[in-house]
């Protein structure tokens, strides 16, 4: 009798816990179009709510009218921005999300296999000699941070091939990296000029100021292409990130290509992200975190889920920035670090410490 | 299902550890590995599973040279219980033990997966924990967990690798008990490395004892666990009491070194 009722009790349990994860995603897309829409409607421009909303429905629906100013205002500037801001926390975020659980290691995202030095040091190049890999135009800095970047974490691979795929070897490459690549972007901007240290400089803050169609149309090709993969994984991450590589191979999973899979599809997605804005890098560690605490460690709720945490975070953070110190605007790299970190201290202060142990 | 290793090798890097092991693991059998520390015991569960691969020698399930299946087909057959584990990214207990259905489904749980977790988790007693996170548990409560993933691979062999090491008197014998019970119903076979003789003694029906990597006896319970048997392996002077029908292991001393 008693068997029994700890049983029902146990599936009521098991089925209470999972309507709460399936309310916490519809909640979190909820919060994220409506910050979406929010953030368009905020701008120098004083447009109202409705002229917004009109100038977003008429080019979806001829019937509605709404005024030529607002319709530039909102499909040139304002748009591309927020939705440029709205894939790159999503993208940012998962691939973070994806690092981690592979790697099984809270403090790592793409940037810990120096995939942010180094694409700094390709838009470096760009910047100082205009030279790369395109002829030119605004796509040689994009398309140079983008292959060093890449090349980066290939070398990453490289050495941890020769050593074996294991964490630890990945993470210890990629921070060698990451201070090679630092050390070379430092030594162009040691021997640039003003101009040049300002471009420098001003690529590394992290910004959706540079957001176009292109980009934003670029990206999400990338992000509709690898998302479907890293979710596919969600078993396998959850067996590596709680289990270890033993068990997760003791399941049938091969550990090694999982690894290897899914980092380089965070790297790519960080990497086309990153080309664009800039290093956005905080929200790709602190996003999943903030995640996992909220909607708990499985896979197949944590990786939509932080990529929706992703989104409102970077999203909210561009919007602080541009409004509250108009006309002047923040860059949203270091906006979302006065955003985040205050948000992650108050996490790890509050949150049962089993979560660090 | 029949486990068959033939002549294993291993070593890590320069280091051998395993020699030429050549071993049969009947169907409805437990078979217990003992041996001191670093005499080759998890290395050999290690290999039986493909979590490392043998240099030389080859192992069969029911005939199959199991290095030709598929990870994941062979993850249908062998159950693995790891000897701790220590998460850095925790799960709920039922997230944890639904891990042991990934080789039997694609990426949708059914609900019979679901119903499978339920069963194991009130086989073995964790209905009450099921939703608390894996290392808030206490020692003992994890190793039942390890234990409740393994079984819900529903798998024909189970390997353990010290599954009483963090147990006390009750659970050690609750554990065992849950095993033994499921190898005999089910006709399945389970090996376990074991460090303790007289668990393994009262558990087992066939005793491997092993030493610095080679199989220095093989056979069943009674005939390995003797006083000769143990001094060598061991170096302990030992009694043996018969009592209970099963050997008895009762230490006395370590023999002096160089007495030999």
Request: aromatic share 8%; net charge positive.
């Amino acid at each position: 009798m008693i068997q029994k009722l700890k049983a029902a009790e146990m599936r009521e349990t098991y089925s209470r816990a999972t309507a709460r994860k399936v309310t916490f995603i519809v909640t979190g897309v909820v919060v994220l179009v409506g910050i979406t829409l929010l953030a368009t409607s905020l701008g120098t421009a004083d447009l109202s709510v409705k002229s917004v909303f009109n100038a977003i429905l008429a080019k979806f629906l001829p019937f509605i009218e709404s005024e030529n100013l607002a319709e530039t205002v909102v499909w040139h500037l304002r748009l591309p921005r927020v939705i440029m801001g709205v894939i790159a926390g999503i993208g940012l975020a998962i691939s973070g999300t994806a690092m981690q659980g592979v790697l099984r290691n809270p403090l790592v995202s793409p940037f810990t296999l120096g995939i942010s030095s180094a694409a700094a040091f390709g838009a470096s190049i760009a910047i100082m000699f205009g030279v790369g890999f395109t002829a030119s135009g605004t796509y040689l800095i994009i398309l140079n941070a983008f292959i060093f970047g890449l090349a980066c974490t290939f070398l990453v691979y490289g050495i941890s091939w020769i050593r074996g795929v294991t964490p630890e070897t990945m993470i210890l490459a990629g921070i060698a990296l990451m201070y090679l690549f630092s050390a070379l972007t430092a030594t162009l901007q040691f021997i640039s000029n003003e101009q040049q240290l300002q471009a420098i400089v001003d690529w590394t803050f992290g910004s959706l100021t540079r957001a176009g169609w292109n980009g934003v149309f670029l990206v999400s090709i990338i992000l509709v292409i690898a998302l479907p993969f890293l979710i596919r994984y969600a078993w396998a991450m959850n067996a590596m990130a709680s289990g270890g590589d033993e068990v997760a191979k003791s399941l049938g999973i091969n550990t090694s290509l999982v690894r290897i899979v899914s980092s380089l599809l965070a790297v790519l997605i960080t990497a086309a992200i990153i080309s664009f804005t800039g290093v956005i890098g905080f929200v790709c560690l602190v996003g999943p975190h903030i995640a996992r605490l909220i909607i708990g460690g499985d896979h197949r709720f944590l990786i939509p889920y932080s990529g929706i945490v992703g989104g409102i975070l970077v999203v909210a953070a561009d919007t602080i920035g541009r409004t509250a110190f108009s006309p002047a605007i923040i860059p949203v790299g270091i906006v979302i670090s006065y955003l985040g970190v205050p948000l992650f201290i108050y996490l790890i202060l509050t949150r049962r410490k089993e979560y660090f142990q | 299902m029949k486990l068959e290793i033939e002549g294993v090798q291993f070593s890590y890097k320069s280091t051998p550890v395993l020699n030429n092991i050549s071993l049969n693991v009947e169907e409805g059998t437990v078979l217990s590995l003992v041996g001191p520390n670093g005499s080759g015991k998890t290395t050999l569960l290690k290999c039986m599973n493909r979590i490392l691969n043998p240099k030389k020698g080859t192992i069969f399930l029911e005939g199959k040279d199991i290095s030709k299946l598929k990870a994941k087909e062979l993850a249908r057959f062998l159950g693995y219980v790891p000897q701790s584990a220590h998460d850095s990214f925790p799960l709920t207990v039922f997230d944890t033990v639904l891990l042991g259905r990934i080789p039997h489904l694609n990426f949708k749980i059914s609900d019979q997966d679901k119903e499978t977790v339920f069963a194991v988790l009130t086989l073995m007693g964790l209905e009450e924990i099921a939703f608390r996170t894996f290392n808030e548990l206490s020692g003992g409560e994890r190793q039942k967990v390890l234990v409740a993933r393994a079984l819900c691979q529903e798998p024909k062999v189970l390997l353990l690798d010290e599954p009483t090491s963090n147990l006390d008197l009750r659970y050690q014998l609750e554990v065992l008990s849950i095993i033994v019970n499921l190898v005999k119903d089910k006709g399945i076979s389970a090996v376990m490395a074991i460090h303790d003789l007289n668990l393994a003694s009262r558990f087992s029906d066939n005793i491997v004892m092993l030493k610095d990597g080679v199989i220095y006896a093989v056979g069943e319970v009674r005939e390995i666990l003797n006083s000769k048997n143990i001094r060598e392996v061991y170096g302990v002077d030992t009694t043996i009491n018969n009592d209970s029908g099963r050997p008895y292991v009762i230490p006395l001393a370590p023999v002096a070194k160089g007495s030999e």
